[in-house]
């Protein structure tokens, strides 16, 4: 058996970064490519059997037409692709994001790479509070997650024109290693250990949780074992109102009496997040293995 490669686009963002540590951990060599001049660059350069490409994404069609880049084949290799840039409401820079998914297809199949694993998002769904199957018709709110449905049918459709194998996996709600602030976890510990209050919704909607680890071993499974031309839903599976995950930190994190958090009212679009993960289960054998209050320990550290 050959060399086991990968190509990782967006590989030093927080999903992405934690994607290619595990891929090493499997044993493969990894084609890490991240954005030219990015502070994050330097967590994957510090990795072994990496090779580092910096290359935008509005030029990810030369990654195999320029010979300097990648000068060999791929066959049998894998194609992660994570990068995605722009706001939720930038309707511009979403656009170009559907495009720049079907160019990294493109070459993807140039490269004589197996399979192309492309990572969506809940906000595809939109706000619901029925149970999440793959099923479910997407009526996404937001610009991403216009952005993100439509490039799953559209990167679906170019996939089967290629003769190229294709999967999709929706992930939900990340959390741990790498996450950047400005995102609720790591927000809402920064303001607990400083002693700081913190006005939220009400929380009462049902939230699922995902360790970043977890994640980054699904999209192996899926890599490995998932079944071509499927939607995969990716998360934990262990929802519940996500006050008592906010809870949960307090509890841990605070060193001060009084009210830490003060709870308002109902967010608006009131969005639940309830997955069912059966699928991915059931094809891969996959399961989230790391518990919240496991997971979170990251930020202490």
């Known amino acids: 058996m050959g060399e086991k490669i990968a190509f990782v686009t967006g590989a030093a963002g927080f999903a992405g970064c934690n994607l290619t540590e595990h891929l090493l951990g499997h044993g493969y060599r990894v084609y890490a490519i991240v954005r030219p001049g990015s502070e994050h660059n330097k967590r994957i350069k510090k990795l072994r059997n990496v090779v580092t490409i910096e290359l935008d994404l509005s030029e990810i069609s030369r990654l195999d037409t320029d010979r300097a880049i990648v000068q060999e084949k791929a066959s049998g290799g894998f194609f992660f692709h994570l990068a995605w840039q722009g706001g939720r409401y930038d309707f511009a820079a979403q656009k170009e994001n559907i495009d720049r998914t079907i160019c990294a297809l493109e070459a993807a199949c140039r490269l004589s790479c197996r399979r192309f694993i492309a990572t969506g998002s809940q906000a595809e769904y939109g706000a619901t509070d029925k149970i999440i199957t793959e099923e479910l018709l997407p009526e996404p709110f937001c610009d991403y997650g216009a952005a993100k449905a439509a490039a799953c049918f559209l990167s679906r459709r170019r996939a089967n024109a290629l003769g190229m194998e294709w999967i999709w996996a929706r992930i939900f709600s990340l959390y741990g290693k790498y996450e950047p602030h400005g995102r609720l976890l790591p927000d809402l510990y920064k303001t607990l250990v400083e002693g700081k209050g913190m006005q939220l919704s009400s929380c009462l909607q049902e939230w699922d949780f995902l360790d970043a680890a977890d994640a980054a071993e699904a999209l192996i499974a899926l890599a490995e074992k998932g079944r071509p031309g499927e939607i ?70």
């Open 232 to 301: 995969y839903n990716v998360a934990n599976g262990d929802y519940r109102p996500l006050k008592e995950y906010v809870e949960i930190m307090i509890k841990i994190y605070s060193n001060l009496q009084g009210e830490m958090v003060s709870y308002g009212a109902p967010c608006k679009p009131y969005v639940c997040l309830k997955p069912c993960i059966e699928k991915i289960f059931r094809d891969t054998g996959w399961k989230a293995e790391v518990s919240f209050e496991d997971g979170i320990e990251i930020f202490g550290k």
